[in-house]
């Protein structure tokens, strides 16, 4: 959490203290961490209702090909992200990864083809480098336009499609990962069908001077909450999601991640564009032969939560650590604490036993499947 007195504010800031929200600086901005509701409830609200998650301090960037060709806008970005790029049909998007000559994960970002250009989320933290990475690589052929300043909402939970298709019919007819233009009370609006939470839902990107009246609007629904970071991570958690700087960093490749799915076969070996990135031959190398290291899913053993930061151990006392959790909590809707982290590819395989340190005592934490709790994904 930042604790410098020059935040940035979202265009919702308002809206967020006249709710009450607790504010705590998240990444350069003020930005709310819970409402009086609180972090449990409003978990627990978004699995059963529907949540309203302000993310506009999330980066948003467009890619334009000079040559007008979106193809040649996605074959431009495949030279530094391992993702499959040029397949993308125009109204869908996929996760994708930057890496770096050491195979690290520098960011993690959703993209869409747009038809006429791509559209990219990135993290807020790494928005200004991410910038500067693709203006270093791409503007030789593309043009890159930052929109920094637009707002951006996430509307998760199973009532999230009915409540948005009361201004928005079209939402009703978008699946997992479809991204549309919709007119909401009359705004444009850039939509996808996707979140953070496991949970289906969409995210929703408008202009900044009309963000605030379309969140109002849509608070206007009883069933939907206003919910803030603490509630979005625990969500994310249980949904077996990774946040960047905790579970992924620069040190940490795809593979050891548990994200070979996040790279298509087409940019596989053997594949038609294999290889092409940074640290393409790290990465392919563990395809082939693995690697020391796996995230795993952790479940401690009673009700104790296990935070990022514990090392893990194979006996419950004596050795040397062997691992180290990266997200841990409480989660409400698994009904007890749940972790990530990353242990010896030898013991990641389910149900292994191990222990975790907690102030100096060593609590019995076992592998467990991601997600802890199942996705909702509209296919």
């Given amino acids: 959490m930042d604790t410098t007195a020059d935040l940035l504010k979202t265009p919702l800031h308002a809206l967020h203290l006249e709710h009450g929200a607790r504010m705590a600086g998240f990444a350069g901005y003020d930005m709310p961490i819970q409402y009086p509701m609180g972090v449990m409830k409003e978990h627990l609200h978004t699995r059963s209702g529907a949540g309203l998650f302000d993310v506009s301090h999330m980066g948003q960037i467009l890619i334009r090909a000079k040559s007008g060709d979106v193809r040649d806008a996605a074959l431009a970005l495949e030279k530094i992200a391992p993702v499959d790029v040029a397949d993308l049909t125009p109204g869908r998007q996929r996760y994708g990864i930057f890496t770096n000559a050491d195979g690290g994960i520098e960011d993690d970002f959703m993209v869409a083809n747009r038809g006429d250009h791509l559209y990219l989320v990135v993290n807020a933290a790494c928005k200004h480098q991410d910038l500067a990475r693709l203006e270093a690589a791409l503007s030789d052929s593309c043009e890159i336009e930052a929109l920094f300043d637009r707002g951006l909402i996430a509307l ?3 009532d999230a499609e009915s409540a948005l298709s009361a201004y928005a019919p079209d939402a009703a007819e978008m699946s997992f990962m479809d991204v549309s233009e919709l007119s909401i009370a009359g705004v444009p609006a850039v939509v996808s069908r996707s979140g953070y939470t496991g949970e289906d839902g969409y995210e929703i990107s408008l ?8 969140t109002r609007l849509l608070l206007s629904d009883d069933r939907i909450a206003l919910i803030g970071l603490g509630a979005r991570d625990s969500l994310r958690l249980e949904a077996g999601l990774c946040l960047y700087g905790n579970d992924i960093d620069a040190a940490t490749t795809p593979v050891e991640a548990n994200l070979k799915w996040a790279i298509q076969k087409v940019r596989r070996k053997g ?3 294999e290889g092409g990135y940074p640290g393409a031959d790290v990465i392919q190398a ?3 032969n693995g690697t020391e290291r796996s995230r795993a899913g952790l479940k401690p053993a009673g009700k104790a939560p296990v935070r990022a930061g514990a090392e893990l151990f194979e006996q419950e006392s004596g050795g040397e650590a ?3 959790v990266t997200s841990g909590g409480f989660g409400p809707s698994a009904g007890g604490p749940v972790a990530m982290g990353y242990v010896p590819s030898r013991l ?3 149900d292994t036993k191990l222990y975790a340190d907690v102030r100096g005592k060593r609590l019995e934490i076992t592998v467990a499947a991601l997600p802890f709790v199942p996705t909702t994904y509209k296919r």
């Fill in 348 to 350: 990641a395989t389910t």
């Fill in 322 to 324: 062997i691992g180290i």
């Fill in 156 to 158: 998760q939970g199973p």
């Fill in 286 to 288: 563990q395809y082939a």
């Fill in 207 to 214: 202009p900044a001077e009309e963000t605030d009246r379309i």
């Fill in 271 to 273: 594949g038609a564009r």
